[in-house]
């Protein structure tokens, strides 16, 4: 993916009451910067935030977490969010290649939504779902694995379930036209747009 330079992103971003600076300093209390013990759910790659804060909206009982490489893409989450009050919502700007730096078993559940495909093999450690990634999220939950991925890209669905299974996890739940299978589902950008391309949704659930 090219990515435009946004200048001043990174100010901006530092700016935003949703912002953490220096996460890694509160590896293992993350709950501290909701100030209770609600279930911490953590989106990796949020992308612009449409899923990140629709699900911190319609569930505020949960805190939510999102993380994200790039600070042009997070910019545009932290606009959004200028004139909105979400006090279970925290956005971080990190690469997930490290993120066992920056939780310690407190995670509940992790959302992968529309992630880089990766599609030569050369890439393959790239990819989110690779058991590289895998070994890095078990430090990282709580009670209990839970990984929830959505994608359009079939390629991907079948390297990741079975990267999933291969490591130990069980599917919980599988769709393979989720849009048909669901109502009320809290959309990222790239789901809208694939959606009204006329591209099938998959989602798959899986427990460790
Ligand atoms: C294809 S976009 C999908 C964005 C959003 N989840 C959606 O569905 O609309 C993938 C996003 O993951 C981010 N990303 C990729 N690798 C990442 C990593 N290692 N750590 C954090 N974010 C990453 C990219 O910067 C990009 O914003």
């Known amino acids: 993916m090219r990515l435009k330079h946004i200048k001043g992103a990174d100010i901006d ?40 804060i629709g699900m911190a909206l319609k569930y505020p009982n949960i805190n939510f977490i999102g993380l994200e ?29 490290t993120i066992d730096e920056l939780f310690d078993k407190e995670i509940d559940t992790l959302y992968l939504n529309f992630s880089d495909p990766w599609p030569k093999k050369k890439h393959a450690k790239r990819r989110l779902t690779h058991e590289n990634f895998l070994k890095k999220y078990d430090t990282i939950f709580k009670n209990g694995n839970n990984i929830v991925m959505k994608t359009d890209n079939r390629k991907l669905f079948e390297y990741s379930i079975k990267s999933f299974t291969d490591y130990g996890y069980k599917i919980e739940d599988i769709s393979l036209d989720l849009h048909s299978d669901e109502n009320d589902i809290v959309e990222t950008e790239y789901e809208k747009k694939f959606v009204a391309k006329g591209n099938v949704i998959y989602k798959v659930s899986v427990n460790k």
């Open 69 to 97: 490489k790039f600070d042009s893409v997070l910019v545009k989450a932290t606009k959004k969010l200028e004139d909105l009050n979400i006090p279970n919502l925290r956005l971080i700007w990190y690469d997930a290649e």
């Open 13 to 52: 971003i530092k700016k935003s009451k949703y912002y953490i600076d220096n996460p890694s300093e509160y590896k293992g209390n993350m709950n501290s910067l909701f100030k209770n013990d609600n279930p911490i759910h953590l989106e990796i790659g949020m992308g612009k935030g449409d899923f990140i």
